[in-house]
């Protein structure tokens, strides 16, 4: 089982826009008003991250923004360098777009921990993961921080499951599933995936684009890191109503950096995906290519889920 890498890949890059000038990646993805619209992270020259937005109706012939659609607050100490990897799900009419809020240690706090831990000032924090939610991806309306801890890779699942919001997120190393009815408290956190020892995904695990809803269970395309520090893309089934049970995990990766563009960028040897769509009867899979580039990679609905318990 493996992705197939559109020829015409990388789909999106940097531009001479300020904002968008270092890196144009990790985009999360949806079907809205019939096209494919990216939701994707740049960089721009002042090192900050923000969102641009970009659509397509054939899914790799995409129109794009001059102007990037979403940004930090400014006064937000959460999000001091900015906002990445949004992962976007549809609930009914809203659209639900979590992200990492990333920001600097603040001196004070990293110097206390570092050189007098007996101060006992609070934990320094780096990431946070935020939500925003919106009707017609041009107003966005800001939640604030879902977890109040320091944690990525954040997606809910597409629908509410007995009830209850579901929610992957990261703290390193292992990829964790908890449940909320309000997205502010949150139950029955527990761990659903640790990394492999001798595996491709032997260093850490996180989620990669939201969970797809298929007869055979929640098909998760997810990431795994190894040793090498090599970030590679695979596949998790999950069971529909109860996802803490792993249905089947792939045991080989299904997209690896192989090209120049995958190889080569702001962080080398990169696949990371934040979303994918069904499109033709075949799931598109859009991904950051060595955190610089926008590439995707298919498999046809079938091919995927008859190799699927
Ligand atoms: C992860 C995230 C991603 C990034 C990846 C590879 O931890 O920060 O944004 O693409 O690392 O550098």
Redesign the pocket.
Known sequence: MQLNRLNDNPILKPTANWWEIQAT??PGAIIFQGKVVLLYRAIGGDGLSRFGLAKSVDGFTFERFEDPIFEAELTNQYERLGV??PRIVQIEDTYYITYTAASVYEAITYRQQKFAPSLNHPAPWRVRPSLITTKDFQTFERKGIILDVDT?DVTLFPEKINGRFALLHRIYPHMYLTFSTDLKNWQDEQILVDPKEGFWDSERVGAGAPPIKTEKGWLLFYHGVDKQHI?RLGVLLLDLNDPTKVLYQGPEPILEPVETYEKEGL?PN?V?TCGAVELNDQYYVYY?GA?KVIGSAVIGKEEILSNLP
């Open positions: 990646f990790n990445e990897d990525k970030y962080t990169v990371f950051g955190d």
